[in-house]
């Protein structure tokens, strides 16, 4: 049986249920997703290559953590699950930065964004997810924008704000 997803409303409110298959399958309906931003401790940026084999921005460079929210998940909980698959890292204390719709041919998402450091390691446990993983300085970032490198929808959080996170050395927490 396919998973559910909550659909939202553009304020923010869940109205019902779907499942997963029919909110990519032109029907544009508005759901939920995760996306988590890792830092090093010298200010790069993870990122997560898309397989080949993904039906949406197949073999792009990726937000390190980004899923759906499950019909009555909670937020911290699919954050959590979906860091565990997709990066393998299980200790992890994330702030919320940020939220937004974000809508294309593909899909209509409302996304909630997290950021959080780690230097790793980095174990990701569902294979056929992620192909690769690497941190993205500044100048790389900005240069492979617009070279259809990069998914859309990361450019898009790259230039409203998240590229000038990147590259701060974090303080040391005491």
């Known amino acids: ?6 659909l939202m409303t553009e304020d923010g409110q869940v109205i019902g249920g779907a499942p ?14 995760v ?16 397989p ?3 039906k949406i921005q197949p073999g792009r460079w990726d937000t390190a953590v ?8 909670k ?4 954050l959590k699950r979906e860091t565990v698959e997709e990066i393998g890292l299980t200790a992890f204390d994330a702030q919320l930065i940020r939220k937004y719709v974000w809508k294309c041919k593909d899909e209509h998402e409302y996304v ?9 390691p980095f ?19 900005a240069n492979a924008i617009g070279k259809g490198l990069l998914t859309p929808n990361l450019e898009n959080e790259l230039s409203e704000g998240l590229l000038e996170l990147v590259g701060r050395r974090i303080k040391e927490r005491r």
């Open 20 to 33: 997963r298959p029919l909110v990519h399958n032109g029907s544009l309906w508005l759901h939920p997703v």
């Open 112 to 120: 909630f964004v997290f950021r959080t450091h780690s230097d790793g």
């Open 66 to 73: 980004g899923g759906h929210i499950t019909y009555g998940e």
């Open 35 to 50: 996306h988590l931003h890792v830092f090093s401790s010298d200010g790069k940026l993870l990122l997560q290559l898309r």
């Open 52 to 54: 080949k084999t993904k």
């Open 1 to 6: 049986s396919a998973e559910w997803v909550p």
């Open 123 to 141: 174990n990701p446990r569902n294979v056929g997810e992620v192909d690769e993983l690497r941190f993205w300085s500044k100048e790389e970032l």
């Open 75 to 78: 937020l911290q909980d699919a």
